[in-house]
């Protein structure tokens, strides 16, 4: 029988043989780090084979768990327990543990109290940074949402505003920094306000950049080509980012009937995704840590602190299937509103479509994830290497193109005011490929100026 018509719903189970009395401690870490994650369940009766054995005083044993789940847990999380019948008349008792709300979660035994959490398939102790996230969670609040030391009055938020206007076309107010999270009535700032300002005093928000010499961090005589470490607000860490790897790559072409197809390096789209990605879901409980680009020859790696969020391993799942869990609420809800991110996370999807979308795409260049307990890394091929040097400058326009310039069309009909930077997230390209294609195309103009103005398509016939 499988197992998982067993535990139902639950994702995380662990299984065990016999109910240890003496030794609660070997099973009941399993029922902490299930209460302080995801929850799951544990089923007596069955062996590490999966083989099932089953238990000779099933009402016993579900009595002995309760009581010992009861005594032992603290505060006692929600549980429920229940008995299997196998066709050959074994019985199992199953305990399903819910996710709580009141985190942590302690195992209280030989006078000390532990919490747990589930990493990959495993009950592992807290960390301190673990439990301090665990503290926040019980309290229904957020790093980035708890008020600092630091005074509005004391920071300035140009980066902010500009931003801010840049993409709606709308002024930001101070006041709109408590309307936004970023500050409270009393006039101090947020952790978010503190790390959105010009000067973040965060001093953990920084971001180091290098381009290596080869294809790991032992080049050889010179083992970096280029280096730079950044600090500040985070929008200027995005900007900043952004702008190391574009001076570190390269971007071959090929001509078409009408014009040149660009064939870069990295995808601006990918990386973009990737950065804020970084930024706004990394574990800013990490004091001393960082988030990292690293440019070797054949790829790209961004790097956050702070893995998966439900202490799962990125690379045992399907990336594309992965709902998103937002660590900084507050945060995550900024870049939604100056149009670095969506609400409905879509990021992975993003970072793979922007490659698949590229011309020089092939499957084995396609962007991979991995990620521990302690970290997560995003790895971007480069699209250019190990690609023979004689590239085609004579080629047809093909089907890529014509696609191009429907998704253009398409956008712009959904939103006749959108701009040409918006135009070049949403298909993974440049501001400046877009500017282009849309010149060669003698149905779409521009009326008016600014923001005021807006597009209108022209059908052919």
Same mark, same amino acid.
């Given at each position: 029988?499988?197992?998982?018509? %067993? ?19 070997? $099973? ?28 000779? #005083? ?6 002995? &768990?309760?009581?010992?789940? !009861? ?8 549980? !429920? ?31 000390? %109290? ?44 140009? !980066? ?28 101090? %700032? ?5 790390? %959105? ?55 071959? $072409? ?42 070797? #020859? #054949? ?147 521009? &009326? ?6 807006? $597009? ?6």
């Amino acid at each position: 029988m499988n197992i998982k018509d %067993l535990i139902g719903e639950a994702t995380e189970y662990d299984k065990k043989l016999v109910l240890e009395e003496k030794k609660p401690k070997s $099973w009941c870490k399993s029922v902490s780090a299930f209460a302080n994650t995801f929850g799951g369940a544990l089923v007596f009766g069955i062996s590490d084979e999966g083989q099932i054995v089953g238990l000779d #005083d099933s009402e016993s044993v579900a009595e002995k &768990i309760s009581e010992i789940v !009861k005594t032992r847990l603290d505060p006692i999380p929600e549980f !429920k327990l229940k008995f299997h019948k196998s066709d050959e008349g074994k019985v199992l008792v199953i305990l399903d543990v819910y996710k709580g709300d009141e985190t942590p979660y302690y195992y209280s035994g030989d006078g000390v %109290l532990e919490a747990y959490v589930r990493v990959g398939n495993e009950s592992v102790k807290a960390t301190a940074v673990e439990l301090k996230r665990l503290v926040l969670r019980g309290k229904n609040t957020s790093y980035d949402s708890r008020n600092s030391t630091y005074l509005v009055e004391d920071y300035a938020f140009s !980066k902010l505003k500009e931003r801010y206007k840049k993409w709606t076309g709308n002024s930001f107010d101070d006041k709109d920094l408590i309307s936004f999270g970023l500050a409270n009535e009393q006039g101090k %700032l947020t952790n978010a306000g503190a790390l %959105l300002a010009d000067e973040s005093p965060i001093l953990c928000s920084r971001l180091f950049c290098t381009r290596w010499n080869g294809l790991n961090k032992s080049g050889g005589a010179v083992d970096a080509l280029d280096d730079a470490e950044y600090s500040g607000s985070v929008i200027s860490l995005i900007e900043n980012g952004e702008a190391f790897i574009k001076r570190n790559y390269k971007t071959k $072409w090929r001509k078409t009937a009408n014009s040149r197809e660009e064939m870069p390096e990295y995808v601006e789209r990918s990386y973009h995704e990737a950065l804020v990605n970084a930024l706004a879901h990394r574990d800013y409980l990490i004091n001393g840590s960082e988030v990292h680009i690293d440019i070797y #020859d #054949d790829r790209l790696e961004i790097y956050s602190p702070g893995g998966m969020p439900d202490g799962s391993m990125i690379q045992d799942r399907d990336p594309l299937t992965v709902p998103s869990t937002r660590r900084n609420p507050v945060l995550a809800d900024i870049f939604n509103r100056l149009g670095y991110m969506e609400r409905k996370g879509s990021g992975f999807g993003k970072i793979i479509s922007g490659y698949e979308f590229q011309i020089n795409y092939s499957k084995h260049k396609r962007p991979s994830f991995r990620s521990d307990r302690y970290q997560f890394t995003v790895v971007m091929p480069n699209l250019n290497y190990n690609v023979p040097q004689d590239v085609p400058q004579d080629v047809p326009q093909d089907v890529p193109q014509d696609k191009l310039e429907a998704k253009i069309i398409d956008l712009i009909r959904k939103d006749s005011k959108i701009s040409t930077e918006k135009i070049a997230i949403a298909l993974g390209v440049s501001s400046k490929t877009i500017k282009r294609h849309i010149k060669e195309m003698n149905n779409v103009s521009f &009326i008016g100026r600014g923001f005021s103005g807006h $597009w209108e398509i022209t059908d052919n016939e």
